[in-house]
Protein backbone atom coordinates (compact mmCIF):
# COMPACT_ATOMS: atom_id res chain seq x y z
CA UNK A 1 0.00 0.00 0.00
CA UNK A 2 1.23 3.31 -0.94
CA UNK A 3 2.87 5.77 2.33
CA UNK A 4 1.05 8.55 3.23
CA UNK A 5 2.24 11.68 4.82
CA UNK A 6 1.58 12.45 8.25
CA UNK A 7 3.64 14.68 11.12
CA UNK A 8 5.23 13.73 14.53
CA UNK A 9 2.83 15.73 16.24
CA UNK A 10 -0.17 13.44 14.55
CA UNK A 11 1.29 10.53 15.19
CA UNK A 12 2.37 10.94 18.85
CA UNK A 13 -1.22 12.38 19.34
CA UNK A 14 -2.66 8.82 17.38
CA UNK A 15 -0.67 6.35 19.55
CA UNK A 16 -1.82 8.70 23.06
CA UNK A 17 -5.34 8.71 22.15
CA UNK A 18 -5.34 4.75 21.65
CA UNK A 19 -3.27 3.52 24.60
CA UNK A 20 -4.91 5.40 26.76
CA UNK A 21 -8.38 4.32 25.59
CA UNK A 22 -7.32 0.77 25.66
CA UNK A 23 -5.62 1.38 29.39
CA UNK A 24 -2.58 2.91 29.67
CA UNK A 25 -2.23 5.89 32.55
CA UNK A 26 -1.56 9.18 30.98
CA UNK A 27 2.13 9.51 31.79
CA UNK A 28 2.38 5.68 30.40
CA UNK A 29 0.69 6.46 27.40
CA UNK A 30 2.69 9.86 26.90
CA UNK A 31 5.90 7.81 27.78
CA UNK A 32 5.25 4.59 25.23
CA UNK A 33 3.43 7.09 22.50
CA UNK A 34 6.76 9.09 22.29
CA UNK A 35 8.85 6.43 21.44
CA UNK A 36 6.61 4.54 19.00
CA UNK A 37 6.58 8.39 17.12
CA UNK A 38 10.62 8.90 17.14
CA UNK A 39 10.73 5.38 16.02
CA UNK A 40 8.53 5.89 12.83
CA UNK A 41 10.57 9.27 12.59
CA UNK A 42 13.69 7.50 12.31
CA UNK A 43 12.67 5.41 9.65
CA UNK A 44 12.89 2.55 12.30
CA UNK A 45 9.69 0.61 11.55
CA UNK A 46 10.09 -2.44 13.06
CA UNK A 47 9.54 -0.18 16.63
CA UNK A 48 7.33 2.12 15.16
CA UNK A 49 3.47 1.81 14.23
CA UNK A 50 3.66 -1.85 14.01
CA UNK A 51 3.46 -2.49 17.42
CA UNK A 52 0.42 -0.32 18.59
CA UNK A 53 -2.27 -2.72 17.77
CA UNK A 54 0.04 -5.18 19.74
CA UNK A 55 -0.02 -2.84 22.81
CA UNK A 56 -3.18 -2.25 22.99
CA UNK A 57 -4.68 -5.41 22.77
CA UNK A 58 -1.76 -6.59 25.62
CA UNK A 59 -3.25 -3.51 27.40
CA UNK A 60 -7.14 -5.06 26.87
CA UNK A 61 -5.84 -8.94 28.01
CA UNK A 62 -3.88 -7.48 30.72
CA UNK A 63 -0.79 -8.74 29.64
CA UNK A 64 0.86 -5.47 30.29
CA UNK A 65 -0.22 -3.25 33.48
CA UNK A 66 -0.96 0.32 31.40
CA UNK A 67 -1.29 1.80 35.53
CA UNK A 68 1.67 0.42 37.27
CA UNK A 69 3.49 2.66 38.87
CA UNK A 70 7.22 1.96 38.21
CA UNK A 71 8.95 1.71 41.88
CA UNK A 72 12.74 3.27 42.07
CA UNK A 73 15.13 2.37 44.75
CA UNK A 74 19.14 3.59 44.84
CA UNK A 75 21.89 2.39 46.42
CA UNK A 76 25.37 3.84 46.36
CA UNK A 77 26.20 4.37 42.74
CA UNK A 78 23.26 1.91 41.38
CA UNK A 79 19.37 2.12 41.00
CA UNK A 80 16.94 -0.30 40.55
CA UNK A 81 13.46 0.12 39.24
CA UNK A 82 10.57 -2.81 39.45
CA UNK A 83 8.23 -1.80 36.52
CA UNK A 84 5.53 -4.23 38.10
CA UNK A 85 4.86 -5.67 35.00
CA UNK A 86 4.35 -2.73 33.06
CA UNK A 87 5.65 -1.08 30.03
CA UNK A 88 9.71 -0.21 29.92
CA UNK A 89 9.20 3.15 29.26
CA UNK A 90 7.70 4.88 32.21
CA UNK A 91 9.94 2.30 34.11
CA UNK A 92 13.33 3.65 32.83
CA UNK A 93 12.43 7.31 32.73
CA UNK A 94 11.25 6.81 36.27
CA UNK A 95 15.16 5.79 37.16
CA UNK A 96 17.24 8.09 34.78
CA UNK A 97 17.28 11.13 36.78
CA UNK A 98 18.60 9.01 39.84
CA UNK A 99 21.12 7.85 37.17
CA UNK A 100 22.20 10.94 35.79
CA UNK A 101 22.79 12.36 39.05
CA UNK A 102 25.10 9.41 40.44
CA UNK A 103 26.86 9.45 37.65
CA UNK A 104 27.96 12.63 37.66
CA UNK A 105 28.64 12.29 41.35
CA UNK A 106 30.63 9.38 40.82
CA UNK A 107 31.95 9.21 36.96
CA UNK A 108 29.80 6.15 36.46
CA UNK A 109 26.00 4.99 37.57
CA UNK A 110 24.20 1.89 36.71
CA UNK A 111 20.55 1.20 36.34
CA UNK A 112 18.96 -2.13 36.81
CA UNK A 113 14.97 -2.31 35.36
CA UNK A 114 12.98 -5.66 36.47
CA UNK A 115 9.46 -7.05 35.11
CA UNK A 116 9.39 -4.90 32.62
CA UNK A 117 8.01 -5.17 28.76
CA UNK A 118 8.83 -4.72 25.13
CA UNK A 119 11.19 -1.28 25.23
CA UNK A 120 10.87 -0.98 21.52
CA UNK A 121 14.53 0.77 20.66
CA UNK A 122 16.93 1.13 22.92
CA UNK A 123 18.76 4.09 21.08
CA UNK A 124 15.43 6.28 23.03
CA UNK A 125 16.35 5.26 26.00
CA UNK A 126 20.15 6.15 25.80
CA UNK A 127 19.78 9.74 23.82
CA UNK A 128 18.88 11.27 26.57
CA UNK A 129 21.97 10.35 28.84
CA UNK A 130 23.99 11.85 25.87
CA UNK A 131 22.00 14.85 26.20
CA UNK A 132 22.76 15.51 29.79
CA UNK A 133 26.61 15.00 28.59
CA UNK A 134 26.99 11.36 29.59
CA UNK A 135 27.86 8.23 27.41
CA UNK A 136 24.57 6.21 27.91
CA UNK A 137 24.71 2.28 27.37
CA UNK A 138 21.39 0.02 27.35
CA UNK A 139 21.06 -3.70 26.59
CA UNK A 140 17.59 -6.04 26.98
CA UNK A 141 16.32 -9.28 26.87
CA UNK A 142 13.58 -10.50 25.17
CA UNK A 143 11.47 -13.72 24.74
CA UNK A 144 13.58 -16.74 23.03
CA UNK A 145 13.94 -16.50 19.08
CA UNK A 146 17.57 -16.65 18.38
CA UNK A 147 19.61 -20.19 18.55
CA UNK A 148 23.45 -19.90 18.39
CA UNK A 149 25.50 -21.75 15.98
CA UNK A 150 25.22 -25.23 16.85
CA UNK A 151 21.61 -24.99 18.59
CA UNK A 152 18.77 -26.51 17.27
CA UNK A 153 15.98 -24.21 19.11
CA UNK A 154 16.10 -20.66 20.54
CA UNK A 155 18.13 -19.84 23.74
CA UNK A 156 18.15 -15.66 23.38
CA UNK A 157 15.72 -13.33 22.11
CA UNK A 158 17.43 -10.60 19.69
CA UNK A 159 18.85 -9.24 22.53
CA UNK A 160 19.49 -5.32 21.59
CA UNK A 161 22.01 -3.41 22.82
CA UNK A 162 22.45 0.10 21.95
CA UNK A 163 24.44 3.26 23.53
CA UNK A 164 24.77 7.16 22.88
CA UNK A 165 27.98 9.57 22.88
CA UNK A 166 27.78 13.35 23.96
CA UNK A 167 28.61 15.44 21.24
CA UNK A 168 29.66 18.95 21.22
CA UNK A 169 26.44 21.79 20.42
CA UNK A 170 24.60 22.08 17.02
CA UNK A 171 26.56 18.24 16.31
CA UNK A 172 24.66 14.89 16.65
CA UNK A 173 24.71 12.76 19.10
CA UNK A 174 26.28 9.31 18.22
CA UNK A 175 23.96 6.86 18.89
CA UNK A 176 24.03 3.02 17.65
CA UNK A 177 21.38 0.65 18.16
CA UNK A 178 21.32 -2.57 17.10
CA UNK A 179 20.18 -6.35 17.91
CA UNK A 180 22.47 -9.69 18.32
CA UNK A 181 20.32 -11.28 15.96
CA UNK A 182 20.90 -11.30 11.78
CA UNK A 183 17.39 -9.46 11.51
CA UNK A 184 14.29 -8.52 13.87
CA UNK A 185 12.05 -11.17 14.53
CA UNK A 186 9.58 -7.79 13.45
CA UNK A 187 11.01 -7.62 10.20
CA UNK A 188 10.74 -11.90 9.63
CA UNK A 189 7.04 -11.51 10.21
CA UNK A 190 6.58 -8.48 7.65
CA UNK A 191 8.59 -10.69 5.19
CA UNK A 192 6.58 -13.16 5.99
CA UNK A 193 3.28 -11.53 5.44
CA UNK A 194 4.07 -10.02 2.25
CA UNK A 195 5.18 -13.50 0.73
CA UNK A 196 9.19 -12.43 0.24
CA UNK A 197 11.87 -14.51 1.27
CA UNK A 198 14.94 -14.26 3.07
CA UNK A 199 18.73 -14.28 2.80
CA UNK A 200 20.28 -17.33 3.90
CA UNK A 201 21.98 -16.91 7.50
CA UNK A 202 19.01 -15.06 8.83
CA UNK A 203 17.23 -18.21 10.34
CA UNK A 204 16.93 -22.12 10.59
CA UNK A 205 14.20 -24.34 10.59
CA UNK A 206 13.32 -26.44 13.18
CA UNK A 207 15.87 -28.92 12.40
CA UNK A 208 18.65 -26.31 12.37
CA UNK A 209 18.80 -26.38 8.84
CA UNK A 210 19.09 -22.92 6.93
CA UNK A 211 16.29 -21.41 4.90
CA UNK A 212 14.92 -18.41 2.88
CA UNK A 213 11.33 -19.09 3.70
CA UNK A 214 10.15 -16.16 6.60
CA UNK A 215 7.56 -18.46 7.71
CA UNK A 216 9.84 -22.03 8.18
CA UNK A 217 12.22 -19.36 9.82
CA UNK A 218 9.51 -17.88 12.16
CA UNK A 219 8.57 -21.82 12.91
CA UNK A 220 12.36 -22.25 13.84
CA UNK A 221 14.93 -19.50 15.17
CA UNK A 222 16.41 -16.47 14.09
CA UNK A 223 20.10 -16.74 13.91
CA UNK A 224 22.42 -14.48 15.61
CA UNK A 225 24.80 -11.49 14.02
CA UNK A 226 28.10 -12.40 13.54
CA UNK A 227 27.69 -15.89 14.15
CA UNK A 228 29.71 -17.48 17.59
CA UNK A 229 30.62 -13.69 18.10
CA UNK A 230 27.06 -12.13 17.73
CA UNK A 231 25.86 -14.68 20.39
CA UNK A 232 27.98 -14.51 22.83
CA UNK A 233 27.32 -10.74 22.86
CA UNK A 234 23.91 -12.43 23.08
CA UNK A 235 24.90 -13.99 25.90
CA UNK A 236 26.55 -10.85 27.79
CA UNK A 237 23.41 -9.11 27.04
CA UNK A 238 21.18 -11.92 29.06
CA UNK A 239 23.77 -11.94 32.22
CA UNK A 240 23.16 -8.23 32.10
CA UNK A 241 19.07 -7.40 31.66
CA UNK A 242 17.82 -10.73 32.97
CA UNK A 243 20.39 -12.93 35.56
CA UNK A 244 21.24 -9.40 36.90
CA UNK A 245 18.35 -7.44 36.67
CA UNK A 246 16.40 -10.63 38.47
CA UNK A 247 13.94 -10.83 35.78
CA UNK A 248 12.76 -13.88 33.33
CA UNK A 249 15.45 -15.37 31.01
CA UNK A 250 14.55 -14.99 27.71
CA UNK A 251 13.40 -19.28 27.45
CA UNK A 252 10.93 -17.71 30.21
CA UNK A 253 9.56 -14.63 29.21
CA UNK A 254 6.27 -14.95 26.95
CA UNK A 255 6.14 -13.90 23.49
CA UNK A 256 5.85 -9.94 22.47
CA UNK A 257 4.13 -10.51 19.80
CA UNK A 258 0.96 -12.78 20.33
CA UNK A 259 -1.74 -13.20 23.17
CA UNK A 260 -0.38 -16.73 25.06
CA UNK A 261 1.22 -16.39 28.62
CA UNK A 262 0.97 -13.63 31.20
CA UNK A 263 3.84 -10.60 31.10
CA UNK A 264 7.18 -11.48 29.89
CA UNK A 265 8.94 -9.40 32.83
CA UNK A 266 12.05 -8.98 30.94
CA UNK A 267 14.83 -6.71 32.10
CA UNK A 268 16.73 -3.90 31.30
CA UNK A 269 20.34 -2.73 32.51
CA UNK A 270 21.59 0.46 31.83
CA UNK A 271 25.25 2.17 32.39
CA UNK A 272 26.11 6.57 32.26
CA UNK A 273 29.65 7.55 32.30
CA UNK A 274 30.82 10.83 32.89
CA UNK A 275 33.83 11.72 30.96
CA UNK A 276 34.50 14.99 33.15
CA UNK A 277 35.62 12.28 35.84
CA UNK A 278 38.35 10.40 33.23
CA UNK A 279 39.55 12.03 30.67
CA UNK A 280 37.89 15.08 29.73
CA UNK A 281 39.38 17.18 28.03
CA UNK A 282 41.21 14.30 25.82
CA UNK A 283 37.66 13.43 25.60
CA UNK A 284 36.21 16.29 23.46
CA UNK A 285 39.31 16.43 21.64
CA UNK A 286 39.87 13.00 20.46
CA UNK A 287 35.38 12.72 19.73
CA UNK A 288 36.29 15.50 16.76
CA UNK A 289 39.14 13.70 15.85
CA UNK A 290 36.98 10.64 15.63
CA UNK A 291 34.45 12.70 13.99
CA UNK A 292 36.53 14.40 11.52
CA UNK A 293 38.52 10.89 10.29
CA UNK A 294 35.50 9.17 9.30
CA UNK A 295 34.21 12.72 7.13
CA UNK A 296 37.73 11.99 5.57
CA UNK A 297 37.00 8.59 4.88
CA UNK A 298 33.34 9.53 3.32
CA UNK A 299 31.09 8.21 6.20
CA UNK A 300 29.32 9.51 9.02
CA UNK A 301 29.07 8.30 12.68
CA UNK A 302 25.47 7.13 13.42
CA UNK A 303 23.36 9.36 14.88
CA UNK A 304 20.11 11.09 15.16
CA UNK A 305 19.62 14.11 13.03
CA UNK A 306 16.51 15.31 14.46
CA UNK A 307 13.09 15.72 13.59
CA UNK A 308 11.65 15.24 9.93
CA UNK A 309 8.80 16.42 8.51
CA UNK A 310 6.60 15.33 6.83
CA UNK A 311 6.91 11.58 8.20
CA UNK A 312 5.23 8.96 5.70
CA UNK A 313 4.37 5.99 7.29
CA UNK A 314 2.21 3.02 6.11
CA UNK A 315 -1.19 3.63 5.06
CA UNK A 316 -2.23 0.67 6.16
CA UNK A 317 -0.57 0.93 9.43
CA UNK A 318 -1.66 4.54 9.90
CA UNK A 319 -5.70 3.61 8.96
CA UNK A 320 -5.51 0.45 12.07
CA UNK A 321 -4.05 3.40 13.99
CA UNK A 322 -6.29 6.09 13.56
CA UNK A 323 -9.07 3.12 14.32
CA UNK A 324 -7.51 2.32 17.92
CA UNK A 325 -7.62 6.12 18.68
CA UNK A 326 -11.12 6.21 17.35
CA UNK A 327 -12.80 3.50 19.10
CA UNK A 328 -14.42 5.85 21.85
CA UNK A 329 -17.50 5.38 18.94
CA UNK A 330 -18.07 2.63 20.02
CA UNK A 331 -21.35 1.96 22.49
CA UNK A 332 -19.95 3.13 25.86
CA UNK A 333 -23.38 2.69 27.62
CA UNK A 334 -22.95 -0.78 27.28
CA UNK A 335 -22.51 -3.20 30.45
CA UNK A 336 -18.61 -3.21 31.22
CA UNK A 337 -17.80 -6.93 29.63
CA UNK A 338 -19.93 -5.78 26.33
CA UNK A 339 -18.07 -3.22 26.10
CA UNK A 340 -14.58 -4.80 26.74
CA UNK A 341 -15.76 -7.78 23.74
CA UNK A 342 -16.22 -4.80 21.78
CA UNK A 343 -12.62 -3.56 21.76
CA UNK A 344 -10.99 -6.66 21.58
CA UNK A 345 -12.85 -7.00 18.13
CA UNK A 346 -11.87 -4.10 17.54
CA UNK A 347 -8.46 -4.85 18.15
CA UNK A 348 -8.30 -8.26 16.57
CA UNK A 349 -9.84 -6.84 13.31
CA UNK A 350 -6.52 -4.45 13.61
CA UNK A 351 -4.04 -7.00 13.94
CA UNK A 352 -5.50 -9.32 11.24
Avoid at 163 to 182: L, N, R, Y
Avoid at 259 to 274: C, K, R, S, T, W
Avoid at 289 to 318: E, I, M, T
Wanted: aromatic share 4%; proline share 6%; net charge negative.
Amino acid sequence: MTPVETSWEEIEAVCLEALTLHGAAAETARAVAGAITRAEADGNRVCGLYYLPIFCRHLAIGKVDGEAVPEVTTRGVTVTVDARSGFAHPAIAAGTPALIDLARQAGLAAMAVRNSYNCLALGHHVRPLADAGLIGICVSNAPASVAPPGATRALFGTNPLAFAVPSKEGAPTIVVDQSMSAVTKTEMILRRDRGEAIPIGWAQDGNGQPTTDAATGLEGSLLPAGGRKGANIALLVEVLAAALTGSALSTEASAFGNEEGGPPHVGQFLIAIDPDHFAAGHFSEAMDNLVASHDAAGVRLPGHFGRKQPVCVDADLWKKAVLLSTARSLDKSAKPAHHRLAVVSVLRNCMD
